[in-house]
């Protein structure tokens, strides 16, 4: 067991962390021009992130339904379901990038003042929408190749772009000295949209290559509605639940918009912090969701209970080593990207209350990935309506608004949903395995 997951968890916790770096890089750059340029880029990457949701989903729907037909050893089916998954990429990226460019000014809108920070939220989001393919393409991809057991090609994409978008982006900020004056704050959305579509070219290329994809028919690429319809009902919980997530990020951003902008600055920046850490944790609950989705469809439910034990307590030892990072480094790497005390003091006391949230957090992400593995996803979607939608609203609001806490409300609010959402994701998971595979961690 634990083989499987090395061979899926490492190579995907690295991908991830050239994923998170090259924010983090963003992060950085922006960092050097202003703190409403961090305040901004924040906003905007929000924005751009709720469309990014349907290639988050697109991932989780490929790798569950191409393992179940590799687990169930029908190749046929295993080949038609890679090319409508592309297919259905394409159309998802055309619809998003239409719905994104009339939609999204509006949001950021809602979660800023009027300013140089919404000024540089607005234009920077709308230049993201042409990477929108490049992100897509990519992770849904990505999904194709986990469920193949191979997360090393992401891996490798994403160390790329990352070292590129290194270079890429002073280059579109400042521009070549007496030549072009660059872009300013603009520029590093141009960055990632050329890396970014690096990145998408290499993954399609490694689908190709794929021994299922050497007899493939150019009709086979044609919408098919019964392909369409089971990535769809993987799909719709899977990205509404990563949307409902997204859209809790906007009502975190418009509760610390009366504090100021070095509050949504320091957020931010606390986010990009976070999302390091996290990156082993979800590299181990990302591999679960293969591992457990082939041996449900070859019906060997120890197996499926096994990996998730292995995940639960390989996942409970990374935390130990997160918990006191978070607790005890915060100031440190929150200085390594502003110099602003405030923004400074605001996102370590969001890592401060974060620090006890890890272990949480680890158990419901393998609670979503045994849910999709199980081929139950909507179950997903209920948890995250009520943890991101109705939690994070309501605990905020109880906090700030009865309570008047200053911005510790905002966090406080947060660890309310995200505890009171793992006790419930706890019980529909009992539920949901004593009805599939006849009891969570034994047989019932």
């Known amino acids: 067991m634990a083989s499987h997951f090395r061979a899926l968890a490492?190579?995907?916790?690295?991908?991830?962390?050239?994923?998170?770096?090259?924010?983090?890089?963003?992060?950085?750059?922006?960092?050097?021009?202003?703190?409403?340029?961090?305040?901004?880029?924040?906003?905007?990457?929000?924005?751009?992130?709720?469309?990014?949701?349907?290639?988050?989903?697109?991932?989780?729907?490929?790798?569950?339904?191409?393992?179940?037909a590799k687990g169930s050893k029908d190749e046929g089916q295993t080949q038609v379901l890679i090319a409508q998954g592309l297919t259905f990429g394409v159309i998802a990226t055309v619809v998003s990038m239409v719905i994104g460019w009339v939609l999204g000014p509006h949001l950021i809108a809602l979660v800023s003042e009027p300013g140089a920070y919404r000024d540089a939220a607005t234009?920077?989001?709308?230049?993201?929408?042409?990477?929108?393919?490049?992100?897509?393409?990519?992770?849904?991809?990505?999904?194709?190749?986990?469920?193949?057991?191979?997360?090393?090609?992401?891996?490798?994409?994403?160390?790329?772009?990352?070292?590129?978008?290194?270079?890429?982006?002073?280059?579109?900020?400042?521009?070549?000295?007496?030549?072009?004056?660059?872009?300013?704050?603009?520029?590093?959305?141009?960055?990632?949209?050329?890396?970014?579509?690096g990145v998408m070219l290499f993954i399609v290329s490694r689908i190709m290559r794929l021994a299922v994809m050497q007899s493939v028919v150019l009709s086979a690429f044609l919408p098919m509605r019964t392909c369409f319809a089971q990535i769809t009902a993987q799909l719709i919980p899977a990205s509404s639940a990563m949307m409902v997530m997204f859209v809790s990020g906007f009502v975190v951003q418009f509760a610390l918009k009366e504090f100021g902008a070095h509050a949504v600055a320091g957020y931010g920046v606390a986010l990009r912090i976070e999302q390091i850490l996290l990156l082993p944790v979800l590299g181990m609950t990302g591999a679960l969701l293969p591992i457990?989705?082939?041996?449900?469809?070859?019906?060997?439910?120890?197996?499926?209970?096994?990996?998730?034990?292995?995940?639960?307590?390989?996942?409970?030892?990374?935390?130990?080593?997160?918990?006191?990072?978070?607790?005890?480094?915060?100031?440190?790497?929150?200085?390594?990207?502003?110099?602003?005390?405030?923004?400074?003091?605001?996102?370590?006391?969001?890592?401060?209350?974060?620090?006890?949230?890890?272990?949480?957090?680890?158990?419901?992400?393998?609670?979503?990935s045994l849910l999709q593995a199980l081929k139950k996803p909507i179950w997903t979607l209920w948890i995250s309506i009520y943890r991101q939608g109705f939690g994070v609203a309501f605990f905020i609001w109880v906090f700030i608004g009865v309570l008047n806490f200053t911005v510790w409300g905002v966090w406080l609010g947060i660890a309310a949903a995200v505890t009171s959402g793992w006790v419930l994701s706890l019980c529909v998971a009992k539920s949901v395995a004593r009805k599939t595979i006849g009891g969570l961690l034994k047989a019932a």
């Open 10 to 68: 490492i190579p995907a916790a690295f991908g991830m962390l050239f994923a998170t770096l090259y924010n983090v890089v963003d992060v950085y750059f922006a960092g050097l021009l202003s703190t409403d340029a961090q305040a901004g880029l924040a906003i905007g990457y929000q924005a751009f992130f709720i469309l990014m949701a349907v290639g988050f989903g697109l991932g989780s729907a490929l790798s569950a339904l191409v393992s179940n």
């Open 292 to 368: 457990a989705g082939q041996n449900f469809g070859a019906q060997d439910y120890d197996r499926v209970r096994a990996a998730l034990r292995f995940c639960w307590m390989t996942g409970f030892a990374m935390t130990v080593v997160a918990t006191p990072t978070l607790l005890f480094g915060s100031n440190l790497a929150m200085s390594v990207f502003t110099d602003d005390p405030d923004v400074i003091r605001v996102g370590s006391s969001y890592l401060a209350v974060d620090a006890f949230l890890f272990p949480v957090y680890m158990m419901l992400f393998s609670i979503n």
């Open 123 to 197: 234009g920077y989001f709308r230049w993201l929408i042409v990477a929108l393919p490049g992100f897509f393409m990519a992770y849904g991809g990505n999904g194709i190749l986990q469920a193949h057991g191979d997360s090393r090609s992401m891996q490798r994409a994403l160390m790329v772009a990352f070292f590129a978008n290194i270079a890429l982006n002073p280059f579109f900020m400042v521009g070549i000295p007496g030549v072009w004056d660059g872009m300013g704050f603009n520029g590093i959305a141009v960055a990632t949209i050329i890396s970014q579509t």
